[in-house]
């Protein structure tokens, strides 16, 4: 759910590959890394009300019902992708809205879940405060994110090799540093995803995200950095020894302050 205007219209012109793509299970990064780890960690959501943020063609909505929720609302800011979410799951209502900008009124919804849409904004502190409004007390919000040692990693593609590099390279002899990456720097990067897509997004240190979360009144419940499931080893052996060792993505699982609630244990799933 990008708020940059070119990543938008770039999702409009891409729609129908970008729905094509998911739903063909070829993009491995979700299929086997991001999704069963967004799976694993959200809460009980029979009966309740969830939100999803960033919900491109529906996909996850069309889960999240199945796996029992009352109702379930997506909204993104790509009116293409949400026409082909509407023509796909009947059952679920979609809405083209700015996530900054939630259009609904307090406390509307039990669980809101965001699928890799947060590194589209500069700042959380607006769509935290919008998200803590329209949740109940004790709400639970899932959110996944790019992970910052990945991408703020210097990515060189030559002669069919890539290299992700973090660091730097100096030596005693001169007074020079050559630095590969950036990761302190809140930077926008661009960037064309699958050959075709073009991108927007924003990298920030793992600590300006914890103080983030801290700051708009959420306790974290647990924060996960995934790791390629057993599956992706048929699929792709080299995908699946890589995110075995570098993250790409974190998960927060958090909740809204309120009465005491008896929390599930993590471990325990």
């Not at 070119?6 to 793509?21: C, F, H, M």
């Not at 959380?124 to 959110?143: C, D, K, M, T």
């Amino acid at each position: 759910m990008p708020t940059d205007i070119k990543t938008v219209n770039s999702y409009n012109k891409y729609a129908l590959q970008w729905a094509e793509r998911i739903r063909s299970k070829r993009n491995l990064a979700h299929e086997y890394l991001e999704k069963p780890a967004m799976k694993k960690l959200l809460p009980d959501i029979k009966g309740k009300r969830v939100l999803c943020i960033g919900c491109g063609t529906g996909e996850e909505c069309q889960y999240i019902l199945k796996k029992g929720a009352k109702s379930v609302m997506g909204i993104d800011i790509s009116k293409k992708v949400i026409d082909i979410a509407r023509k796909s799951f009947k059952k679920i209502e979609f809405k083209l809205m700015d996530m900054e900008k939630l259009d609904f009124s307090q406390s509307s919804f039990d669980v809101v879940y965001s699928s890799l849409a947060l590194h589209y904004l500069k700042d959380w502190r607006a769509i935290f405060s919008e998200i803590n409004r329209v949740l109940v007390p004790n709400g639970y919000f899932l959110f996944s994110t790019h992970h910052p040692v990945y991408w703020s990693s210097k990515k060189i593609k030559k002669n069919g090799f890539k290299k992700v590099q973090l660091g730097f390279q100096t030596s005693d002899n001169l007074n020079s540093v050559k630095f590969m990456g950036d990761y302190f720097s809140i930077r926008k990067i661009k960037d064309i995803w699958f050959n075709e897509l073009e991108v927007s997004y924003y990298n920030k240190p793992f600590s300006e995200i914890i103080n983030e979360i801290v700051a708009s009144r959420f306790s974290i419940r647990c924060c996960l950095e995934p790791k390629a499931v057993d599956s992706a080893k048929k699929v792709d052996n080299k995908f699946y020894k890589i995110h075995n060792r570098i993250p790409i993505f974190i998960i927060f699982l958090l909740q809204k302050s309120g009465r005491s609630d008896q929390i599930r244990n993590i471990k325990d799933r």
